[in-house]
């Protein structure tokens, strides 16, 4: 199995910055693309960031210069760096990863979350 464990949120004031982090372990055979997906209380799960193994990254528009996501193949982890957070950030944040994982004979495709972590942006 594939397990992702994400840290770094809190409580911070608006326009303050908070770091998340998310480790990917298990039984990896190769990581395709991680990424950050956030679910404001009565709102869906929405995009935030994405990055490819090759570097390539995607954002929703609400965070696009406001936000940096970042990966470390080697370590199979991926980070978002949240700057001039508002209070409309506040959500529970998820790390999402997606791949192959060892199953035998043959790698099979996996796509596996985090269990969350609650970003809250208030005074």
């Known amino acids: 199995q594939v397990q992702l464990v994400e840290s770094g949120g809190g409580l911070v004031q608006p326009g303050g910055s908070l770091r998340l982090s998310c480790a990917a372990s298990?039984?990896?055979?190769?990581?395709?693309?991680m990424g950050w997906y956030r679910q404001a209380p009565g709102k869906q799960r929405e995009l935030v960031a994405t990055i490819t193994n090759g570097g390539r990254t995607n954002y929703a528009d609400s965070v696009k210069g406001r936000f940096t996501i970042s990966g470390d193949n080697a370590k199979n982890m991926v980070y978002l760096q949240m700057n001039s957070l508002k209070p409309e950030d506040t959500a529970v944040y998820y790390c999402n990863a997606g791949g192959m994982k060892e199953a035998g004979y043959l790698p099979v495709n996996f796509e596996v979350w985090g269990q969350g972590t609650l970003v809250t942006v208030s005074l």
């Open positions: 298990g039984s990896i055979f190769s990581i395709y693309v």
